[in-house]
């Protein structure tokens, strides 16, 4: 007779053979016999979200936590859709503009377009809903490739997108626009349709974004054509960039964000006219600020960290090879391994005092001190030297977040431009803030990145001649909440705001 270890073994290889190559399973209860399915339930291998259909899960999970739902989500709405309409549905024009502008977070509601639609709104897990309208599809449907979801072609949604959205996503509709190299496909749609107020829609868009060459052709076309055309810009604001033709959607939204949220940083953030003219002094500052700093930031990340841990780590007294109190340390290889990078960000902060370019510097030196973040892993074997080049090679989640960090190719399009926009970038102060908060959205690690942006926001900090800086543990939910909201709502004001409230 088999075990219960060997019945639930049975279970999770049928599990295994329903999920993609992503390791989601969203599973249909048809789909397995009712002992497996109320095993694996039981077992907490999955979720319900509906009646009928589930996702797989971790047994470790807490009630309430949002992180299964949100990392699944889009291969739950592509998966129940297929199921539900077969190939006869798409997202609309606004959502389909999302995904292929990069943006990757959950909505409270997305809106399902399908001719055997039934104009009903369905409930799904943790206050999402999906809403499916009895409605025509994009022609043609276009099924973008990570998620399996349907879509309005790029030149399509941009002329059937709300005359709204424009003005309510801006960051998104400049992105997919940047996205159009000329107003061939764009003018085939409006052509073959008669669209008249929407091509003058259109090119008061493109004009806006300093496309000029797309608005002077949709207009002068339709109107060689006979048609009555009158340009309209549909932004409220106009971007401070200069056009730019790009090929990444994560390049084009990043550049955007960063121009529009410059702006909200200088208005919420104190000058200061403060300039370190004695560098050693400013050094010392900075060495007197570590102890406190090291507890803090790895207590943000959930590091039990002591006084006589930070302390043996500092002073070289750190023997875990023969200290059975220091082997037993879970802490320990975090703590050395952020006093080895705090004093390699100490290294940068004084070449760049000593005239150094911030952009330049950080972008040579951020590997550096990654590096040494993680050394003392690696020579204690947890992680392979191999782990510590490049880049992450996976996808990575953050936990509680609807924001999805962008995926690994992607972060290799994202990374040089944030290093572009700190070079760039005149002012220390949007430097800091928007160096942290662009690092952090990338996410281009599996581990670290909360430490990392860290560091950088200080050395921006001290480079415009601010103190060194200290996030607090005890407002960790204030400090993820504003990230939070910068990350999903487009809104760095919180996030400006609270520290600013930490200054010196």
Not at 202 to 224: C, P, Q, V, W, Y
Not at 329 to 341: D, F, I, N, T
Not at 384 to 408: A, C, F, M, W
Not at 440 to 458: A, K, S
């Amino acid at each position: 007779m088999a075990t219960v270890q060997e019945k639930l073994a049975e279970s999770l290889k049928i599990l295994q053979g329903l999920q993609n190559e992503n390791g989601f399973a969203i599973v249909k209860s048809s789909e397995v016999t009712r002992v497996h399915l109320e095993r694996l339930i039981a077992n907490g291998f999955l979720q319900e979200v509906m009646k009928g259909w589930y996702i797989s899960s971790r047994p470790d999970n807490v009630s309430g936590d949002t992180t299964n739902w949100y990392t699944s989500y889009w291969y739950f709405i592509a998966g129940y859709c297929n199921s539900r309409f077969g190939k006869d549905w798409c997202l609309t024009p606004a959502h389909s503009l999302s995904i292929h502008s990069g943006n990757r977070i959950v909505p409270a509601q997305v809106i399902i377009r399908s001719p055997k639609g039934s104009n009903n709104v369905t409930e799904l897990l943790h206050g999402t809903s999906l809403l499916d309208i009895k409605a025509s599809l994009a022609n043609p449907v276009y099924t973008e490739p990570q998620f399996g979801l349907n879509l309005y072609s790029l030149p399509e949604a941009l002329t059937e997108c709300s005359p709204d959205f424009f003005r309510l996503d801006s960051v998104t509709a400049r992105t997919c626009l940047a996205l159009i190299p000329d107003a061939f496909d764009v003018l085939k749609i409006l052509l073959e349709k008669g669209q008249t107020t929407k091509a003058g829609r259109l090119a008061g868009a493109f004009r806006n974004i300093g496309h000029t060459m797309a608005a002077d052709e949709i207009i002068g076309t339709m109107k060689s054509l006979g048609y009555d055309i009158r340009e309209e810009d549909p932004f409220e604001d106009q971007t401070t960039l200069s056009y730019f033709r790009v090929t990444s959607p994560y390049a084009a939204r990043l550049k955007l964000m960063w121009s529009k949220m410059r702006k909200i940083v200088m208005v919420n953030f104190p000058e200061t006219n403060n300039v370190y003219t004695d560098i050693e002094a400013c050094m010392k500052n900075i060495e007197a600020q570590y102890k406190l700093d090291a507890y803090h930031s790895l207590s943000i990340e959930g590091y039990r960290v002591t006084d006589d841990l930070i302390e043996k780590v500092k002073s070289g007294n750190w023997q875990p090879d023969t200290d059975s109190s220091d082997a037993e340390q879970k802490s320990a290889m975090a703590a050395r391994g952020y006093y080895q990078a705090f004093e390699s960000v100490k290294n940068s902060i004084r070449r760049i005092l000593e005239s150094g370019n911030p952009g330049d510097t950080i972008e040579i030196d951020h590997r550096i001190w990654y590096r040494e973040l993680f050394a003392p892993s690696v020579a204690a074997g947890i992680l392979k030297p191999e782990d510590l080049t490049g880049y992450r090679i996976g996808q990575v989640y953050i936990r509680g977040s609807l924001h999805t960090p962008l995926n690994p190719e992607a972060v290799r399009d994202a990374m040089p431009v944030l290093f572009d926009l700190l070079k760039e970038e005149p002012d220390a102060r949007v430097r800091a803030i928007l160096g942290h908060f662009i690092f952090v959205y990338i996410h281009p690690y599996m581990d670290g990145n909360g430490r990392m942006g860290r560091f950088l926001m200080n050395t921006m900090l001290l480079s415009g001649g601010y103190n060194w800086t200290i996030v607090p543990v005890e407002r960790r939910r204030e400090y993820m909440k504003a990230i939070e909201k910068g990350s999903v709502e487009g809104d760095i004001t919180d996030f400006t705001l609270f520290i600013a409230s930490l200054l010196t």
